[in-house]
T-cell receptor
Framework: ETGVTQTPRHLVMGMTNKKSLKCEQH?????MYWYKQSAKKPLELMFV???????ENNSVPSRFSPECPNSSHLFLHLHTLQPEDSALYLC???????????FGPGTRLTVL | AQSVTQLDSQVPVFEEAPVELRCNYS??????LFWYVQYPNQGLQLLLK??????LVESINGFEAEFNKSQTSFHLRKPSVHISDTAEYFC????????????FGSGTRLQVQP
C-alpha cells in the first residue's frame, strides 16, 4: 500500500471519447505529478502541481487537461486522444517538490 | 539544470551473481539522489536515497548505492541477485534546497536468469 491510489487501473477508449483519470493521495503531501510511461521510452513528466497550483507543463498536448481541486486529488481529463497516447499513466506525490515521490500503481490506457 | 544518465538500458545477470547498475548525474549544485524500482505492472517504489552523511546507503532487500561526488555517480549494487529482483530500476536527482521536482534517468532493465 503506497498511499497513492489511481482509478481506473485499466482503460480502453476510442479516439472520440472523453474520459478522466483520478489520483488520490492519503499522505498529506503538497505536490502531485502526472507521468507518462510508454514502452521503450523514458519516463515523461507531464504536469506538476504544488499546493494546488500548476508549476510545470512539459509541452503536453491540449488533449490532456489536468485538474487539481485540492492537495489530495489530481485528475487527468482526456479527449480526442490518439493511438500513440496509449501508455501507462502514473501519478505521484511528495511532501515538497524536492522530496522523494510516492507513486500510484498507474492506469494502463489503450486508445483504439 | 540537472540531468541523469543511465547508460545501460538492459543488464542480464545470472541468479546469485553480483550486479552493478550505473547512474551518473550532472549538476552545478549539490544534489539529493534516489533509486526507484518498478516491478511489472506496478508503479515506482523508492529503493534507497542519499540526502547527506554517509556516502554508502543501503536498502532493506540487500541493495546498496554509493555517492561519489568526484565522479558524479550513484551506482547501485547487490552482491547476489535473486529472480525476484527482475525489474526496471530508475535513478533520480534533485538539487539540495531547490524547489524542483525529481529528474529521472531513462531506467535500466535488470533481467535475472536462473
Amino acid at each position: 500500500e503506497t498511499g497513492v491510489t489511481q482509478t481506473p487501473r485499466h482503460l480502453v477508449m476510442g479516439m472520440t471519447n472523453k474520459k478522466s483519470l483520478k489520483c488520490e493521495q492519503h499522505l498529506g503531501h503538497n505536490a502531485m505529478y502526472w507521468y507518462k510511461q510508454s514502452a521503450k521510452k523514458p519516463l515523461e513528466l507531464m504536469f506538476v502541481y504544488n499546493f494546488k497550483e500548476q508549476t510545470e507543463n512539459n509541452s503536453v498536448p491540449s488533449r490532456f487537461s489536468p485538474e487539481c481541486p485540492n492537495s489530495s486529488h489530481l485528475f487527468l481529463h482526456l479527449h480526442t486522444l490518439q493511438p500513440e497516447d496509449s501508455a501507462l499513466y502514473l501519478c505521484a506525490s511528495s511532501l515538497e517538490l524536492h522530496n522523494e515521490q510516492f507513486f500510484g500503481p498507474g492506469t494502463r490506457l489503450t486508445v483504439l | 539544470a540537472q540531468s541523469v544518465t543511465q547508460l545501460d538500458s538492459q543488464v542480464p545477470v545470472f541468479e546469485e551473481a553480483p550486479v552493478e547498475l550505473r547512474c551518473n548525474y550532472s549538476s552545478s549544485v549539490s544534489v539529493y539522489l534516489f533509486w526507484y524500482v518498478q516491478y511489472p505492472n506496478q508503479g515506482l517504489q523508492l529503493l534507497l536515497k542519499y540526502l547527506s552523511g554517509s556516502t554508502l546507503v543501503e536498502s532493506i532487500n540487500g541493495f546498496e548505492a554509493e555517492f561519489n561526488k568526484s565522479q558524479t555517480s550513484f551506482h547501485l549494487r547487490k552482491p547476489s541477485v535473486h529472480i525476484s529482483d527482475t525489474a526496471e530500476y530508475f535513478c533520480a536527482v534533485t538539487p539540495v534546497g531547490g524547489r524542483r521536482a525529481l529528474t529521472f534517468g531513462s531506467g535500466t532493465r535488470l533481467q535475472v536468469q536462473p
